[in-house]
């Protein structure tokens, strides 16, 4: 069965410190990659996505994410996070198929970002 | 703004009790998913709805039950309530499935608390 992990529960940097959020995911085949993001009381924000072509994708708000077949990891990077990072993100894999579009998330990782 | 429209987005009721939830998709999206967002269970996917038919069933409970109608619009029912229902119920879309149909947006979500 699909999953994803994301290793990190709890992430917390300095603001205009750099970023890297980690994802991995188990798939028969190479599934279509999301970032989402979720601020306090807010909803799933998509910040990037991944289905085919350049393995390094640009995303909202000055995220990218890299797209590693070798290593089933597709891990999200900003190079200096801001105060307003502050929130959780969300890796999760879809199936390749059309019409069956069930994402699998990851726990989440909760990101702290201290003055 | 995602465009995905959740109704309502607070929702406090009582063990035993049935409540209904309603989203409506983005302009043009034929598919509406159910995601279901608690501390203890992460998001789980609870059904997905293609143009007024089932299409993936997921971790849903015989307690609950949605359904999408002729203009798109989505209801989840849970009925039968518990404690452990209370989380944040989130709905998404998605138009027709093709290599750029895949994305799928959520909606700000509808917090069920049960007491």
């Known amino acids: 069965a699909q999953s994803v992990t994301q290793p990190d529960i709890h992430i917390t940097v300095s603001e205009g410190a750099s970023l890297e959020l980690r994802c991995n995911y188990s798939?028969?085949?190479?599934?279509?990659l999301f970032w989402y993001v979720q601020s306090p009381g807010q909803g799933l924000q998509l910040l990037l996505k991944?289905?085919?072509?350049?393995?390094l994708v640009q995303g909202i708000k000055g995220f990218e994410a890299e797209f590693k077949r070798s290593q089933s990891s597709f891990n999200l990077r900003k190079p200096s996070v801001h105060w307003s990072d502050a929130a959780e993100y969300f890796c999760?894999?879809?199936?390749?198929?059309?019409?069956?579009?069930?994402?699998?998330f990851g726990q989440g990782t909760r990101l702290t970002i201290n003055p | 703004d995602s465009g995905v429209t959740q109704t309502p987005k607070h929702l406090i009721t009582a063990t035993g009790q049935r409540v209904t939830l309603r989203c409506s998709p983005r302009?043009?999206?034929?598919?509406v998913y159910w995601y279901q967002q608690s501390l203890d269970q992460g998001l789980q996917f609870l059904i997905q709805?293609?143009?007024?038919?089932?299409?993936a069933k997921g971790n849903i409970l015989e307690r609950f039950s949605a359904q999408q109608f002729p203009d798109l619009h989505s209801e989840l029912n849970l009925s039968s309530l518990e404690l452990g229902d209370s989380a944040l119920y989130f709905c998404?879309?998605?138009?027709?499935?093709?290599?750029?149909?895949?994305?799928?947006?959520f909606g700000e979500g509808s917090w069920l608390t049960v007491v």
């Open positions: 998404a879309s998605s138009s027709r499935p093709g290599p750029s149909g895949n994305t799928i947006y």
């Open positions: 798939y028969g085949a190479t599934p279509y």
């Open positions: 991944y289905f085919s072509g350049d393995t």
């Open positions: 999760a894999v879809g199936p390749p198929i059309q019409g069956a579009q069930k994402l699998v």
């Open positions: 302009s043009g999206d034929l598919s």
């Open positions: 709805y293609y143009n007024g038919e089932e299409r």
